[in-house]
């Protein structure tokens, strides 16, 4: 198992390179040596046989480079628990997988797509802090309980669509108040919720009592807009064609806009901030809200990790390449005679 199997294409096209480098190599030294003597004339000038020895540097070289290759694929070994110790925080994510992010406006991309890219770069910019995973249209379903793991974060967070829930629209008064029934309020761990949507949601009443709420509780709701004010079509499906069919509503396609007023009414209530994705660049920003939060000392939990191996293709690459380095192509005059090197 790789962490980085996506280096296997940089190394294949360095391969690549090299063997071509090396057959150029190749042949200019032939060609220099045909000009310089004929081949009986060559063998009488070296007054020695040839040895083997330029071939296996060349394939120690090769076999060195090929392990430095598979080091920076990072091979991972088996699962340990590492302790966690630090400042930390716990943060539960309510993310909207209601058809409406399916909508394809910012650059071409979904919305859902947007903000599990922003998720994803996020959660690896976390250190010790403890990650929940709750999704939400119509209904809410806890996708992932609060946990030190972030790759079983987004494992789940990778399998999300919005086929999980049969109900759609977009309850936000629901999401909040299921994010909020997952933290431990009797432990003095900083809380705070992330709040991913577009917006839409007419509910108004339930959405006023869950902002009090989380309000009373003191427990910041950061939202994140996505989508934009031009809006999209909302994808439904396809024809046998491949054609893509847009929900419609007597007849007409149906647009669907980013509503900023709930997200940032939100926001503000709870003491927290407000942000527009726009793209996945928007992580930083996410990032730099959840930086702003005072953590406290935490102790005692522990996180699975995978053991990194790349050490052991490295360090057996730097012993060939400096077994190559002390080889040389030939043994010396004096000795080649009489050594035992001379058949190799």
Avoid: C
């Avoid at 399998?159 to 299921?178: D, E, F, S, Y």
């Amino acid at each position: 198992m790789f962490k980085n199997p996506e280096n296997a294409v940089l190394i294949i096209l360095a391969a690549l390179w090299v063997i071509v480098l090396w057959r150029v190599a190749a042949r200019q030294m032939r060609h220099r040596r045909e000009a310089f003597a004929s081949p009986a004339m060559l063998s009488r000038i070296a007054g020695h046989k040839p040895t083997r020895r330029p071939v296996a540097k060349w394939a120690m070289v090769i076999a060195g480079f090929a392990l430095i290759g598979l080091g920076i694929m990072r091979p991972q070994g088996g699962l340990y628990e590492e302790a966690v110790i630090g400042e930390g925080l716990d943060l539960v994510v309510a993310l909207d997988i209601s058809k409406s992010m399916n909508a394809n406006d910012i650059e071409g991309n979904s919305r859902l797509e947007v903000a599990k890219a922003i998720l994803n770069k996020m959660v690896n910019g976390l250190r010790n802090d403890r990650v929940g995973l709750v999704v939400f249209a119509g209904e809410t379903m806890v996708q992932s309980p609060l946990s030190y793991d972030k790759n079983t974060f987004l494992t789940f967070l990778e399998r999300v669509n919005p086929t999980l829930l049969a109900k759609q629209g977009t309850n936000l008064a629901g999401a909040m108040q299921t994010a909020l029934d997952r933290f431990d309020m009797t432990a003095s761990q900083s809380k705070v919720i992330l709040l991913i949507s577009d917006g839409e949601d007419s509910d108004k009443e339930r959405l006023e009592t869950a902002i009090k709420e989380a309000a009373r509780k003191k427990i910041p709701v950061f939202t994140v807009g996505i989508g934009s004010e031009k809006g999209g079509y909302i994808p439904e499906g396809q024809t046998w064609f491949g054609d893509i069919v847009y929900k419609r509503y007597k007849g007409q396609p149906v647009i669907t806009k980013l509503d900023e007023k709930n997200l940032r009414e939100i926001a503000e209530q709870t003491q927290a901030d407000y942000f527009r994705a726009s793209d996945i660049s928007s992580a930083r920003k996410v990032i730099s809200g959840l930086n702003g939060i005072k953590r406290v000392a935490v102790a005692g939990g522990s996180t699975q990790q995978r053991r990194e191996l790349f050490f052991f293709p490295v360090l057996m690459a730097f012993l060939l390449l400096l077994l190559e380095w002390m080889i040389s192509e030939r043994i010396p005059y004096e000795r080649e005679l009489d050594h035992w090197l001379k058949r190799i």
